[in-house]
């Protein structure tokens, strides 16, 4: 396992660092190495199979800021290394990921998981209750590099569904904003708010999305030609589930792009929360580990149905698409549940487990053993949890999107599905049985707006000719 997270002491004598050295793949332990002597140790928190991870160092330089998610929850605590003991801050009834000491070290900042939403909390490490700060509900951070001014407020990027970052300066319960939000030309009315909604999947496990409602678009849009032009408040709107990646990851109440100008076209948009996704605990994020393709899929078809069943939306028209590991959900839908969809987007996905692996560089093949077992040994579960192996069951057009120097996802998935798409006899093109786009000058993503314009208007334009 490669290590995470290096920080100095103030005396620049030790690093904190987290890395795994069990057997166990699914481990995090924090670590304090010597650097004189090179020696290192493990600190005495939590138990094989938890996640642990040293945060900051306190100003005094024997205590460490750390976070551990034993008892499920994560928990942030203060670690002596003196006496090898933890104060823990929290009570363990909610996700409280630590991120720093303010800069004189009597308190701690905390960040706690609630619905989608991320909102920083303080702990007086002399004991009481914490201090939740007055900040807009949505996701809000201590912002990276510098966390603190030189008058010791702390500093934080602040996000809503429908609001990009700003920086804000914090005192007391007033804010500074010291950076607004760049919106260029656009309007940032013509943004919509989600709200946070909650079904449940086929085994009863109650799954968090985020829902846009297209109808909820400002007077006089979308643009003439859009799936929602004209529609009224009893009309319905085409929707579209979107995953999100990781598998670890997790949708949020912060601005999403993505949401945004699927909305902007004239879609209602879910974005659910899968088992796997962070935010809920231990359990729920490791509920995937040796399942990918099987519960977590369940749940987004499970909020594919539950979109089609909102008095708003054509469940006639549905779509399902997303990036990486939600690349890997949209080909997982359209072969396992091909019953749910109209369509649907892949991008960056992946098709052939078994050939990911032997393709993977060291790193990617240790996560994806992490996640399925050994290749050999569960050769089995492997195939069955690839969608090309799937293939032949799909009823709905795909629109298959990929960088040609993808280095996590290599293009050879997208081939092979292709591939196997033309061997079944479905034909490529705007007016045949699939679509098929290669983006030559990308890899796992880009961060060139030409790029993301170019992306949007294919994306954009499949799915008008196709939903």
């Known amino acids: 396992e490669p290590v995470r997270g290096g920080s100095f002491a103030p005396e620049d004598d030790r690093i904190a660092y987290t890395t795994n050295e069990t057997e166990a793949m699914e481990n ?38 750390v976070r551990d998610d034993t008892e499920d929850f994560t928990n ?36 706690r998981s609630e619905n989608a939403g991320r909102a920083p909390i303080v702990y007086d490490l002399d004991g009481g209750e914490p201090e939740p700060l007055d900040l807009a509900e949505g996701v809000a951070s201590l912002a990276g590099g510098e966390q ?20 804000l300066a914090y005192d007391d319960g007033a804010t ?39 109808r909820d678009r400002p007077e006089g849009e979308p643009d003439e030609g859009s799936p929602a032009q004209g529609a009224g408040e009893d009309e319905e709107t085409p929707g579209v589930v979107r995953v999100h990646g990781g598998p670890h990851g997790q949708s949020m109440q912060s601005f999403d792009l993505d949401a945004q ?7 209602s948009v879910l974005l659910p929360n899968y088992r796997g996704s962070v935010g809920r605990g231990r359990e729920f994020q490791q ?41 890997y959900s949209a080909y997982c839908q359209l072969t396992m549940y091909p019953e749910i969809w109209k369509t649907g987007v892949a991008w960056v996905g ?87 786009e290669e983006l030559e000058e990308e890899g796992h993503g880009s961060s060139d707006v030409e790029q993301k314009v170019r992306a949007f208007g294919l994306i954009g334009e499949f799915l008008d000719r196709r939903l």
Request: charged share 30%.
């Open 148 to 167: 603190f001014l030189a008058d010791g407020r702390p500093v934080f990027t602040q996000t809503t569904p429908d609001t990009r970052s700003s920086l």
């Open 28 to 65: 995090r332990d924090a670590y304090v190495m010597e650097l004189e002597s090179g020696e290192s140790r493990r600190l005495e928190i939590g138990e094989t199979g938890s996640q642990t991870g040293a945060v900051d160092w306190h100003p005094d330089g024997e205590r460490l800021l």
């Open 350 to 436: 992946m098709t052939d487990l078994q050939l990911l692996y032997e393709e993977s560089m060291p790193h990617f093949k240790a996560t994806l053993e992490q996640q399925l077992g050994d290749p050999e040994e569960n050769e089995e579960l492997w195939r069955e949890r690839s969608p090309i192996t799937h293939v032949d069951e799909m009823e709905a057009p795909v629109f298959v999107v990929h960088g040609v120097n993808d280095p996590r996802c290599p293009i050879s998935q997208a081939r092979v599905f292709r591939d196997a798409l033309q061997e079944r006899g479905w034909e490529e093109g705007p007016d045949g049985d699939f679509e098929y």
């Open 287 to 327: 509920a995937i580990l040796g399942d990918w393709g099987g519960g977590e899929q369940a749940d987004v078809a499970a909020g594919g149905r539950w979109l089609g069943d909102r008095e708003f939306v054509d469940e006639d028209r549905l779509a399902v698409f997303g990036g990486s590991y939600g690349g």
């Open 76 to 111: 942030a605590g203060v670690y002596d290394l003196e006496s090898d003991e933890v104060q823990w801050l929290g009570a363990g009834d909610a996700e409280e990921s630590p991120q720093a000491f303010g800069p004189d070290g009597d308190r701690a900042y905390v960040l």
């Open 176 to 214: 500074e904003t010291l950076i607004e939000p760049d919106y260029g030309e656009i309007d940032p009315d013509a943004f919509v708010d989600a709200e946070y909604v909650t079904y449940e999947s086929d085994d009863g496990l109650e799954i968090g999305a985020l829902l846009y409602d297209a």
């Open 261 to 267: 100008f699927l909305v902007s076209e004239g879609y």
